[in-house]
């Protein structure tokens, strides 16, 4: 990893190296996939399957997957690997729980009644990654909140394998889960599925969850048709140490994160020179035993870098300025720092709070704002998964008490239909 000490100058040219991951999309990828979005809307099915064919190798004779499947592959499952399941249920559950909202009513002496109503959204999307790149923990991170945000129906997604068939870990946590349907389906054509809705699957209002590229640019391409949950950018993380932290941890956890992806962003803030070069150390000693030593190798090459500061003022302004998707705090006193850190998808404080537990088990969502966007995005939630609609009831007198300030304001704007639905009640 390269090593920059900050000067006001350096540490900002790596900061621009890093923002160029997140470029435009490719124009070639922008098109395949706006082909793929319209044959799937005009031709349905038969586009689906096409796509199915040519992409997957094989596509299954029904797209949804039976109940006796998702029961098969539920009662063959590792008994250790459900019961890990299930407790991070558990604590996944209980920390979005604590997220639902109530609606309001104000009720006003003149008669006026203002109110707002939530509900949950009536059909959600999850699109689940299958073959190597297939994650249980994104089924339970999605569909947890969308549940207890009393979503009508939750429809997954998911790439059948080259025989066809689906993977049975995903299958076992959608079934833990509480999700609805599932459906052997990958790509762009399984978004535009969900989008546009077919004669096997129903349209849905929201799109969740994570993809490759082309998944990422159908979402976006399809944002307005439904809603989406956000437009991952590759994983990153950043770890704040000072002399106190183990460099051995903060070697790991860095690597954590850079084994996603060879884009993945993987960034060490300290004031101490020591810990710096013994992190070095520790990164080339665990990459012996590593199975993604080539790809971490180059993410970190390519994307990572250890940032020395001359304060923890300094290290904390950094953090903010590059707004990770994760944020460490391997510091001393690390609850002192919850109130100035602004701009991160998730924050791990102090040395037993690894970015893993996080990923897997601790309770916060797992899917966060990336490449920046933490600075005014947040991370996916039971609001996600809400509608709010207001509410206004007026009685005659309190119109007659507002009439004149419409007036004004609508006359003001030239809308002079707008001024006369409230006049003409008092003619």
Same mark, same amino acid.
Do not use: W
């Given at each position: 990893?390269?090593?920059?000490?900050?000067?006001?100058?350096?540490?900002?040219?790596?900061?621009?190296?890093?923002?160029?991951?997140?470029?435009?999309?490719?124009?070639?990828?922008?098109? *395949?996939?706006? &082909?793929? =979005? +319209? /044959?799937?809307?005009?031709?349905?099915?038969? @586009?689906?399957?096409?796509?199915? #064919?040519?992409?997957?190798?094989?596509?299954?004779?029904?797209?949804?997957?039976?109940?006796? *499947?998702?029961? &098969?592959? =539920? +009662? /063959?499952?590792?008994?250790?690997?459900?019961? @890990?399941?299930?407790?991070?249920? #558990?604590?996944?559950?209980?920390?979005?729980?604590?997220?639902?909202?109530?609606?309001?009513?104000?009720?006003? &002496?003149?008669?006026?009644?203002?109110?707002?109503?939530?509900?949950?959204?009536?059909?959600?999307?999850?699109?689940?990654?299958?073959?190597?790149?297939?994650?249980?923990?994104?089924?339970?991170?999605?569909?947890?909140?969308?549940?207890?945000?009393?979503?009508?129906?939750?429809?997954?997604?998911?790439?059948?394998?080259?025989?066809?068939?689906?993977?049975?870990?995903?299958?076992?946590?959608?079934?833990?889960?509480?999700?609805?349907?599932?459906?052997?389906?990958?790509?762009?054509?399984?978004?535009?599925?969900?989008?546009?809705?077919?004669?096997?699957?129903?349209?849905?209002?929201?799109?969740?969850?994570?993809?490759?590229?082309?998944?990422?640019?159908?979402?976006?391409?399809?944002?307005?048709?439904?809603?989406?949950?956000?437009?991952?950018?590759?994983?990153?993380?950043?770890?704040?140490?000072?002399?106190?932290?183990?460099?051995?941890?903060?070697?790991?956890?860095?690597?954590?994160?850079?084994?996603?992806?060879?884009?993945?962003?993987?960034?060490?803030?300290?004031?101490?020179?020591?810990?710096?070069?013994?992190?070095?150390?520790?990164?080339?000693?665990?990459?012996?035993?590593?199975?993604?030593?080539?790809?971490?190798?180059?993410?970190?090459?390519?994307?990572?870098?250890?940032?020395?500061?001359?304060?923890?003022?300094?290290?904390?302004?950094?953090?903010?300025?590059?707004?990770?998707?994760?944020?460490?705090?391997?510091?001393?006193?690390?609850?002192?720092?919850?109130?100035?850190?602004?701009?991160?998808?998730?924050?791990?404080?102090?040395?037993?709070?690894?970015?893993?537990?996080?990923?897997?088990?601790?309770?916060?969502?797992?899917?966060?704002?990336?490449?920046?966007?933490?600075?005014?995005?947040?991370?996916?939630?039971?609001?996600?998964?809400?509608?709010?609609?207001?509410?206004?009831?007026?009685?005659?007198?309190?119109?007659?008490?507002?009439?004149?300030?419409?007036?004004?304001?609508?006359?003001?704007?030239?809308?002079?239909?707008?001024?006369?639905?409230?006049?003409?009640?008092?003619?």
């Amino acid at each position: 990893m390269q090593i920059i000490r900050c000067n006001g100058e350096e540490e900002f040219l790596f900061l621009n190296t890093l923002r160029s991951r997140s470029t435009a999309p490719d124009p070639k990828v922008v098109s *395949t996939v706006e &082909e793929i =979005l +319209e /044959n799937v809307r005009v031709n349905g099915d038969a @586009a689906v399957r096409a796509y199915t #064919e040519k992409f997957d190798g094989k596509c299954p004779e029904q797209f949804e997957v039976d109940a006796d *499947t998702i029961a &098969e592959a =539920l +009662e /063959n499952a590792d008994p250790q690997f459900v019961e @890990a399941l299930l407790n991070a249920i #558990e604590n996944i559950a209980d920390f979005h729980n604590r997220q639902k909202e109530q609606g309001f009513v104000n009720t006003r &002496e003149d008669g006026v009644i203002l109110g707002q109503r939530l509900r949950g959204l009536a059909r959600v999307g999850l699109y689940v990654p299958g073959g190597t790149a297939a994650y249980p923990s994104s089924v339970l991170m999605n569909a947890i909140p969308a549940k207890i945000a009393g979503v009508g129906e939750l429809i997954m997604v998911t790439p059948p394998g080259k025989d066809g068939k689906p993977n049975p870990d995903i299958l076992v946590a959608a079934s833990l889960c509480g999700v609805d349907r599932v459906f052997l389906m990958g790509g762009a054509q399984a978004v535009a599925a969900l989008a546009y809705g077919t004669d096997t699957i129903p349209r849905v209002d929201k799109i969740v969850g994570p993809g490759n590229i082309f998944v990422a640019t159908a979402k976006r391409l399809l944002y307005g048709v439904v809603d989406i949950d956000m437009v991952a950018g590759p994983s990153e993380i950043l770890v704040m140490a000072d002399d106190t932290a183990e460099p051995k941890y903060v070697a790991a956890d860095l690597m954590s994160q850079a084994e996603h992806d060879v884009l993945a962003s993987a960034i060490l803030v300290t004031t101490s020179e020591v810990v710096a070069s013994r992190t070095c150390a520790e990164i080339e000693r665990q990459l012996q035993h590593l199975s993604r030593a080539e790809i971490i190798r180059k993410s970190l090459d390519d994307y990572g870098a250890i940032l020395i500061c001359e304060s923890n003022e300094q290290a904390v302004m950094l953090a903010n300025e590059i707004a990770p998707e994760h944020l460490e705090v391997l510091m001393k006193n690390p609850l002192e720092y919850i109130g100035k850190l602004d701009n991160a998808g998730s924050v791990f404080l102090g040395q037993y709070a690894s970015e893993p537990l996080g990923d897997y088990y601790a309770g916060p969502n797992h899917v966060l704002p990336t490449s920046g966007t933490a600075r005014f995005f947040s991370p996916l939630s039971v609001y996600s998964f809400v509608k709010r609609s207001s509410y206004i009831y007026y009685t005659e007198d309190a119109l007659r008490a507002a009439k004149d300030d419409i007036l004004c304001i609508a006359n003001r704007e030239g809308l002079t239909a707008h001024a006369n639905a409230v006049a003409v009640r008092f003619e």
